[in-house]
């Protein structure tokens, strides 16, 4: 370190849960930054709404501003990093401080997933870094491999449980036994669920995250609106109990596909059974974890917290690290290749396999009529085995793959038969390697 | 892609089950990786000891040489290649190519482990880059996210399955019951083991790895000397069975730590029981995985392929794109960092815990001298447990932490005792995170 290179400026816009602990480890880890950059960073400035605002991390006071638009265009900044999160004003600032020739790094998933396109083009444009490894998974380093060390490789299919609240509840179903309120509501008392848990149970975050994924693995431009949503507030005990009898584990997932032709992709969020040897059966509590099954590599996994503050800043300061050493040499890294220019294919062309529960009439030729449904639309069965008797009885049946209009066909003609009482249950099974 | 920037041309030393598939993958994904690299990568020549051997992949005959060292110096290469493994001449080709400022991406574990300084440093001193993703953990992305993503974080430990043929041979013991010999056998059946396994049974490759690991984990020279190695030779289808029964089960882990004052780190391979629950637990057959604790990143895993030509191939292809782009660039990666330069500690300094069996007499009075030895030792005792009757008595212990001397100590002096007819089976517990 003799002859020290002038350091590098960052101004962060939000300081939150993430933050603060961006600043935090700023000034823990200075030395060791320095040496692994080069240079030291130094904090230009923190936008944040309210200043007097208690925070979790002590902060100068003349570095806290509310004119966000200011730091961000201000000529002695290098880096901008942005943590508020939502639409605007993110973008707003995001595309103030590209035209000023700033490097960005963010982990606003909602932004990419709505309008990558429009901040990829502007950090094209102005020969800017755009760096989001913590805007899917929080501190598991993904996107980078995703990015990077895949990059001489074929993606066929991404597999991911990238939202941790759904993955606590569904957890905690599993292992006690609980309904979804419950379970819920355990999460809520946690800190794992918002008061509002809407955009967690409903798929929302994971559907942003699905798409930011999807475009990345397969080279194409994928939105948040391209993705199939189904969140997991139907789920009951019964379906849980019921999973776990058949050897599976019911977990909220993000699933980016190829088709085999490789001319389409499909990206969907939804509930489905993994069968428990699948190594995503595993991932507990609020972890998250990504599979990925690639031509060459094979399939590979990424495990870890995927969000909280710490974890969350960890990726957001390796961001700062690659793009204050790409600044220092005058580059940038790979920006976003959406070359393949795959189309996104409607829900009803994913190639899937479904479980299907149904109340029936405990009476002989039942099985007869319900499987003539299933071969009506050309859906085959995998298995089949009634619970119960009488009133009870119940008709548990897994298929083998079809695509999802003709399994959601079968299903739509099974509630219309009179011997079935209700359509009691249907998921969609994954990870499975049954054809 | 308007008016295309040049080639960049690879030399290729080794055309053996990696390097065939190296070809392969720079053919099969040429458009791919122009549009990844901005420019097309061509193949330059490969260098090969049996020019007339047959080969996995067909090769124009213009294209193969015997002449290594002429192929590397050649002033049209860019990037150099290596995959034939071993010290020579694997590394005076490297510096070899070094020197005339190429470029180099190694899958070469032994020769980082056993002289990673010379090669760095040759790197560092020629402005070139040297990227060894393939050299740990096959096709897993584990170096880069090591080396880049986590770099504003700070690592505690790493805990890692790197050697597959040990991990299939455990895996089927654990599974099927059967002997070390036994489950040796069936791996070296499937090509999963050697002829000669030493170097993987014995811990050597999992040793060369984990000084890799350390290395880059702790910003610290560390070579495969430093590292206490220990192999599976000596587990039997009882210590499996006894860890079964305890809710563990057995790895061959390489396992690399920083100390709590931060100011040695220990690194060491060898056979460990860990707890089921634990992510690496269910890491089957010859899969690897590591697991890494960061101080604001949390728990983190890295699961894949380890091994294998295809996997390896899509590693090496990651690098050779990063490196690439690099040259475009006209910069180089993150080069080796030394700044932390802590020292390895001996293994007697490393805090662990052990698993006990002792055969032991049954009469009353012998868990009241055993436990003596272990307090004579301040070895503090969390679970002991008495198994069979009469002549078949077995205490079974498992302690709290301790320096891996006083456990050890404990153990010898514990084999003195004649109410001990014989220390059954000692092994180190981790993972779990009692004290």
Redesign the interface.
């Known amino acids: 370190m003799t002859n020290p290179k002038p350091g590098l400026k960052v101004a962060l816009l939000g300081c939150g849960v993430v933050g603060s602990?961006v600043v935090r480890?700023l000034r823990e880890?200075a030395d060791?930054?320095a040496?692994?950059i080069g240079a030291p960073l130094e904090l230009a400035g923190v936008a944040v709404r309210r200043p007097g605002r208690k925070r979790d991390v002590d902060l100068d006071p003349a570095l806290i501003t509310t004119d966000a638009e200011a730091l961000v265009t201000r000529d002695d900044v290098d880096i901008v990093v942005e943590v508020i999160g939502g639409i605007e004003p993110a973008r707003s600032l995001i595309l103030a401080a590209m035209a000023k020739g700033k490097s960005v790094v963010t982990a606003n998933k909602a932004l990419l997933a709505e309008d990558g396109a429009t901040i990829h083009r502007a950090a094209r444009e102005n020969g800017v870094d755009l760096y989001f490894?913590a805007s899917v998974a929080g501190?598991?380093?993904l996107l980078?491999?995703l990015r990077?060390?895949?990059?001489?490789?074929?993606i066929r299919r991404v597999l991911g449980i990238v939202n941790g609240t759904t993955n606590y509840i569904l957890d905690k179903m599993d292992s006690t036994g609980a309904s979804f309120t419950e379970a819920l509501e355990e999460a809520q008392a946690l800190g794992y669920a918002e008061a509002d848990p809407t955009a967690d149970v409903e798929g929302f975050d994971a559907a942003a995250k699905a798409a930011i994924l999807a475009g990345l693995a397969f080279?194409s431009r994928v939105t948040a609106a391209d993705v199939h949503r189904e969140g997991i507030t139907e789920i009951t005990a019964s379906d849980v109990a019921s999973a776990k009898a058949m050897g599976y584990v019911i977990k909220l997932l993000a699933i980016c596909a190829k088709t085999e032709d490789g001319r389409s992709i499909g990206v969907r969020v939804h509930p489905a059974m993994i069968p428990r040897?699948h190594?995503l059966a595993?991932v507990?509590e609020a972890?998250n974890?990504v599979f990925v099954e690639?031509?060459?590599?094979?399939?590979?996994?990424?495990?870890?917290?995927g969000a909280?503050g710490?974890?969350t800043?960890?990726?957001?300061?390796?961001d700062?690290?690659?793009v204050a050493?790409n600044r220092l040499?005058?580059?940038?890294g790979?920006e976003e290749?959406t070359?393949a220019d795959l189309k996104v294919h409607p829900m009803g062309e994913t190639i899937t396999r479904y479980y299907v529960s149904l109340d029936v009439a405990d009476k002989p030729g039942v099985l007869a009529r319900v499987a003539e449904v299933f071969a009506r639309h050309d859906v085959s069965i995998q298995t089949v085995r009634q619970e119960g008797r009488g009133d009870d009885a119940q008709l548990v049946l897994v298929t083998h793959q079809a695509t999802d209009a003709a399994l959601s066909a079968t299903v739509q003609d099974l509630g219309r038969l009179d011997i079935v009482r209700a359509v009691a249950s249907v998921m969609r099974v994954e990870g499975d390697d049954t054809p």
Chains 1, 2 share one sequence.
């Open positions: 602990q480890l880890q060791d930054l040496a692994r490894e501190a598991i380093p980078r491999p990077e060390s895949l990059a001489g490789d074929r080279h040897s190594p595993g507990r972890y974890a690639a031509e060459s590599a094979g399939r590979l996994m990424f495990y870890g917290a909280g710490a974890p800043a960890s990726a957001v300061l390796g700062i690290v690659a050493r040499a005058g580059t940038v790979p290749l070359y």
